[in-house]
């Protein structure tokens, strides 16, 4: 799908546009968010759902996480990894009151990845400098990008 396509056919709030990107003001069941979606030379490959989640415990950034993967789990079948914790740092691993802390610190990121044969779905949470940011990645398996002259 090109971009002129998606254009046509996006029924949310339109924000920006550059050269490799569109983005809209939508939600996710009761979140609003952010929806980006990323192009190579005019070609779809990436759309992110970046949700505007505020929470004054940390650790119910960790519930939303795993509510949602249940859902995907729900309509997209079993992930691939069995654990989905990421542990930059150990420093608060054996504390589980102090995982959304970790993950805001950048010391701990939740990912899975779901496979639908066409799209990859990979929920994340992860954070650094006392924030905490919840991305839902939809990532076509199939594209590779186009190098340029100078080899990028």
């Known amino acids: 799908m090109d971009k002129n396509k998606i254009k046509e ?9 550059s050269d490799h990107s569109l983005q809209y003001n939508t939600e996710v069941g009761d979140w609003e968010a952010i929806l980006t979606y990323y192009f190579d030379n005019g070609t779809y490959y990436q759309a992110d759902y970046l949700l505007k989640i505020k929470h004054k415990n940390k650790n119910d950034y ?6 949602i993967k249940e859902i995907l789990s729900s309509t997209y079948g079993e992930p691939k990894l069995e654990n989905d914790y990421e542990w930059i740092d150990e420093k608060h691993k054996d504390n589980r009151f102090f995982y959304g802390h970790a993950v805001s610190l950048g010391h701990l990121k939740l990912s899975n990845t779901f496979d639908n044969r066409n799209m990859l779905v990979k929920p994340e949470l992860s954070g650094g400098d ?6 839902i990645s939809y990532v076509n398996p199939y594209f590779k990008k186009k190098k340029t002259k100078t080899g990028f």
């Open 9 to 17: 056919v996006e029924t949310a709030e339109f924000v920006s546009e």
């Open 130 to 135: 006392g924030n905490i940011r919840f991305r």
């Open 62 to 67: 960790l519930e939303d996480y795993f509510n």
